[in-house]
């Protein structure tokens, strides 16, 4: 019998030296997508709140490819979102603080970016919607999910999860490869994404956007690849 596959989660170091420590995916007891566990340590890092900065995007990464973790398929592409009921699941997995503070700060209706990671061709594939504000991840209390967390206690969970529905495609993907060298443009000669999340902290699979910067990503689709 083929391995269960988890919805979302921790993804792992990308082939492009940026790993994805998190994941998550489906309503109605939603499907779950498992996500390999996080690279980062977990110490207690600020929410877009906290820090004072208000975003209204967001990029979210999960490994479109098979890979085994823990006996089970870490797999949880852009297609893998479309094919589930109503097209939502949860975002679960994320065992970063980091990561997670950033999903507690996400609203119903906000968009993010769907990333595909730790895989040939990194990159963006579609646009996914927040459906439901961050809730407690039942996995961490989970002993056969690779993301169970002994150190969590019901009476004072330490992760959250939010659900996701797969809104679009982008028109064509934006690979890694492309966004770095906007990336080192904007870097030195200014632009909107000289201080984007994916290269100053590049590691976490859960990254806050601007409006600039999903803005100037998405207008991306529709122009030919550098």
């Excluded at 208000?54 to 297609?79: A, C, Q």
């Excluded at 949860?90 to 503070?101: E, F, I, L, P």
């Excluded at 609203?107 to 990671?117: E, I, L, P, T, W």
Aim: contains cysteine; hydrophobic residues 30%.
């Amino acid at each position: 019998m083929a391995p269960k596959k988890r919805t979302r989660g921790a993804a792992k170091a990308n082939k492009d030296s940026e790993a994805s420590p998190e994941g998550g995916a489906a309503r109605e007891e939603p499907r779950k997508r498992k996500r390999a566990a996080p690279t980062e340590k977990p110490q207690e890092q600020e929410s877009a709140s906290s820090s004072g900065a208000t975003y209204n995007h967001w990029l979210m990464k999960s490994e479109p490819e098979s890979r085994m973790e823990s006996g089970v398929d870490v797999k949880f592409g852009i297609e893998d979102l479309k094919a589930l009921p109503n097209q939502t699941s949860c975002w679960d997995g994320v065992r970063n603080y980091q990561a997670r503070n950033f999903m507690r700060d996400m609203k119903v209706g906000q968009q993010a970016f769907f990333y595909h990671s730790n895989c040939k061709e990194p990159g963006i594939a579609g646009i996914i919607k927040i459906v439901k504000e961050a809730y407690v991840d039942h996995t961490q209390f989970d002993k056969k999910d690779v993301h169970y967390d002994p150190s969590s206690k019901p009476e004072n969970p330490k992760w959250s999860m939010v659900d996701v529905k797969f809104e679009r495609m982008t028109k064509r993907f934006i690979p890694l490869a492309e966004l770095k060298k906007y990336h080192l443009q904007h870097k030195g000669k200014g632009g909107p994404l000289s201080n984007m999340a994916l290269f100053t902290r590049a590691r976490l699979s859960v990254q806050p956007l601007t409006t600039e910067e999903f803005d100037f990503v998405l207008s991306l689709e529709d122009t030919d690849a550098i």
